[in-house]
């Protein structure tokens, strides 16, 4: 058994079951044996690829988004760059690159890194080691200093943790994990009941055993992103899989070396993630002040970033086979059955600030 079932095992005998947020900040953060807490997921070798990790084109769009961006603050002297959940440091590497091309951004901007897992830590500094900027590392948002930002955050929103309600005869009540007879993780309704007014619109209808999710901790980011951007100026980039509507159904994914594996199985060591409410996020970055970009899947935002012509000037006098494989990363990123559809690209902005290739907010 590994560390954290057994942790989680003991805590439900001492408390009672756990809501299904407390279960997945357990699997993933635990200092002992959480999934990020204690290793490098990414890659071949790891649990899943992420879009960085399948090519430098991502990272290098993204950086030629933000550079653009910087442009159109009227380029600040000093700018927070911020990236949440950096991973191995990939993105912000490809990203650095393309800032290089603007020198007054790099000039201006002080790295931050939001990054919890104490060995990703080493490895972003690692990658990082031979670029300009040096990163300060932040355990969370609140820690970035005052002053206008550029943030950008790929595959992060989906690691946090979410609430499930399922709905019984007798209301909305929380999803939870207790232990069944054999003293085995097993899902159940719990006590507490979802507040009505928390209840979205259009669901009082649905059929017994439908689950909602919520994501207060995602959205209390989203509404302090635009709490800052209000005041200060600045862009942000979020891309995530996820949905554009609220709607009912259960997200709750585990991931186990590349297959998709029962989320009770193998806690701590399987990767766990939730579809992200854009729509959800996107009204809290609302009432935090911020102006929000009508989204776009990552394939358009790609290909109007200029995904095609990169991937020439990158093919240009390489071999077949390399031509091919860059051929191939482009499908991987922008086709709309691999993750070019799944995936949506949320930009949020202050007052006036056009951040192309997203259409203007007002
Ligand atoms: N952006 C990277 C990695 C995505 S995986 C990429 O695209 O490759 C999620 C990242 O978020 C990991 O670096 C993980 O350690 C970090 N993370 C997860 N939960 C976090 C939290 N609550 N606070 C800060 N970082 C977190």
Redesign the pocket.
Known sequence: MTVVKEKIKARIMAEGPMSVAQYM?TC??DPDGGY??TRD??GRDGD??????VSQMFGELVGAACASAYQALGEPEQINLV??????G??MADLLRVAALRPAFLKSASLHL????P??RKK?QETLAKTPLQPAFL??FLDVPDGPLIV?????F????IHQFIKTEHGWHERVIGLNDAGELTFGAGTARMPRSELPAGLAECPLGTIIETQP?ANAIAQELGVRLARYGGAVLI?DYGYLKTAPGDTLQALYKHVYDDVLAHPGDA?LTAHVNFEALATSAIKGGAKVHPPMTQGDFLLRSGLLERAGTLGAGKTHLEQESIRNEVERLAAPDQMGSLFKVLALTGENCPFPPFDSAD
């Open positions: 900040a993933l953060g990020y807490a997921p990414f899943f690829i992420t879009a960085p990790e990236e949440f959940g950096p991973g191995r990939t993105l939001i990054e919890t897992s060995h990703l972003q355990d969370t950008v955050a790929n595959e992060f989906d690691a946090l943790p901790a891309v990767d």
